[in-house]
């Protein structure tokens, strides 16, 4: 057998074999790789339970939705849980109605409860960029806001599915930016 001349090719060699020839009964450790949906779950998790947000995070990644959701928040104090969901209110997966929008809150606000059911609260929010000019400071103490918020909801875990999407459809409780749904939806056809 050839005598490896370096440290860096012995490594090397032991990093292989050790790749190439897993323990007994384990897999390879490629087989063992996070989806998509996993990783996004853990980077957009917020909060002091990321253990809750994670898990609702889960779910949410895997399913194909058309507004992006982009952070999932679980926190819980004095033994009251809230739980928060950030969507972009820009560049939707595909053009949508309101009322798909609000299909997609419901579902959402349905889902975190059904993955957390202890949580008292479900709150919903969708922020979309402010255009912000090259000397305008965006961090620190002078900073000026990137994003303003479009649309908000808050659902107490003991409404019922058919009264948010009521409260919704009707406006009610729930905020949402007149600009906003002007230009982000497509008109419904009845």
Not at 14 to 20: K, V
Not at 167 to 178: K, M, Q
Request: glycine share 4%.
């Amino acid at each position: 057998m050839p005598i490896l001349r370096s440290r860096i090719n012995l490594v090397s060699l032991a990093l292989a074999c050790a790749m190439l020839a897993p323990a007994a009964g384990a897999s390879p450790a490629f087989a063992a790789s996070p989806s998509v949906a996993e990783l996004d779950a853990n980077a957009r998790a917020a909060g002091n339970r990321l253990d809750i947000a994670t898990q609702i995070g889960d779910r949410v990644f895997a399913s194909t939705l058309p507004a992006q959701v982009s952070q999932i928040s679980a926190n819980e104090f004095g033994g009251h849980l809230v739980l928060g969901i950030r969507m972009w209110g820009v560049k939707f997966h595909k053009p949508i109605t309101q009322r798909e929008f609000v299909d997609q809150v419901a579902w959402l606000v349905r889902t975190a409860f059904a993955i957390a059911p202890s949580a008292q609260e479900v709150d919903v929010w969708t922020s979309v960029p402010i255009d912000v000019t090259r000397d305008i400071v965006v961090s620190g103490d002078l900073a000026r806001p990137t994003s303003r918020v479009v649309f908000t909801l808050s659902v107490l875990h003991a409404a019922s599915d058919a009264a948010t999407i009521t409260r919704l459809a009707a406006g009610d409780a729930a905020f949402w930016d007149r600009e906003w749904v002007r230009s982000a939806f497509l008109k419904a056809t009845s």
